[in-house]
């Protein structure tokens, strides 16, 4: 390699670092080393404390980056599915929520399954799941997922010991054949601890405008904290395979976990800057030949709420 070649490469790979998609390989070279990015291989002097500016700061920047993943994502037709899983309350919907507020809903879609139906009930298990999986230039994000049946199916007793066995021997190679078709699964999973937890549940109760985050059975959860323990640790066993592993998301942070987690998921997947020129608006038609019809033939929502450089000042 010449010296040319290799100040080439050293300037490129100083770029990805900077912009967060640093040592970038293949999806499939990924899952075949077996790594993992534990918290212990960041160095102390590598790892960044926050509060709420430096926080909305870097989010801010990795909106940017996960823009630029969209048009990759977009330009190459790749099919991406993220799985987030956790205990309730762990944050997963908060991650997906500032992922999806500065993507297009056409690219990058969340996938939020009720319970299934009685005809549903009676399908292949993972027939529901299959139809929402994405085609060429997508991105799916699974707010739960086919993991319900080994986590609040297998605790709350909705599945037979039959059903919970054969998923555990099913999933890996269902996985499998995902990525052998060409989708990138990742799967997250949100660690909360039970005193956060607590400390959460007891917000949704005290404001009016999240209770309806918590159900009956986020309560239940609660009281079945170790048997859901137990479920996640055979889940774990039997799934956290090299082809599509399990990433854990220290979540009792909030606003740590969605910086780490954004950060980590751009990681992944190499992608290449696709942002286009700058845009030149043109000037607007001229109104030749338009008779603009009479505002009282339309009928408009009432102002309640205006300006306030329009409310009249008192009377002197």
């Known amino acids: ?31 075949a080393t077996g790594n993992r990015f534990m918290v212990s291989s ?18 801010a920047r990795l909106q940017k980056e996960l823009i630029k993943l969209q048009e990759w994502i977009r330009h190459q037709s790749l099919k991406v599915v993220v799985i987030f899983e956790g205990r309730d309350a762990a944050g997963k919907g908060g991650v997906i929520k500032r992922i999806t507020e500065s993507l297009n809903p056409r ?11 009685e005809r549903e009930k009676t399908q292949w298990y993972f027939q529901r799941y299959v139809a929402h999986l994405p085609a060429g230039g997508e991105m799916v994000l699974c707010d739960r997922s086919w993991y319900n049946r080994a986590g609040v199916e297998r605790v709350m007793g909705f599945c037979t ?30 660690s909360v601890s039970d005193k956060e937890q607590e400390i959460r549940f007891q917000s949704r109760i005290d404001d009016p405008t999240k209770r309806w985050k918590l159900s009956p059975m986020d309560l239940n959860s609660r009281a079945r904290w170790m048997e859901y323990s137990k479920a ?7 799934t956290d395979i090299k082809q ?15 910086l780490n987690c954004i950060r980590h998921l751009l990681s992944l997947i190499p992608y290449e800057d696709l942002t286009p020129e700058p845009i030149i608006l043109p ?10 019809p009479p505002i009282t033939d339309q009928t408009f929502v009432p102002e309640v709420y205006i300006p306030e450089a329009n409310v009249a000042s008192p009377a002197q």
């Open 1 to 31: 390699m010449s010296k040319k070649d290799k100040k080439d490469k050293k300037k490129d790979k100083k770029k990805d670092s900077a912009n967060g998609s640093g040592n970038h390989r293949s999806i499939e070279a990924y899952y």
């Open 42 to 59: 960041i160095p102390p002097e590598e790892q960044v404390a926050i509060d709420k500016k430096t926080y909305e700061q870097e989010l």
């Open 107 to 117: 690219v990058c879609r969340v996938v939020a399954l009720p319970a299934p139906t």
């Open 161 to 190: 010991d039959e059903e919970y066995a054969e998923f555990l021997r099913s999933v890996p190679e269902f996985e499998r054949m995902l990525v052998r078709s060409g989708i990138i699964l990742i799967k997250y999973w949100f």
């Open 232 to 238: 996640k640790d055979e889940m774990f066993a039997h």
């Open 244 to 258: 599509a592993p399990w990433y854990v998301v220290n979540a009792d942070n909030k606003r740590c976990a969605r």
């Open 283 to 292: 000037p607007r038609q001229q109104e030749e030949g338009y008779v603009r």
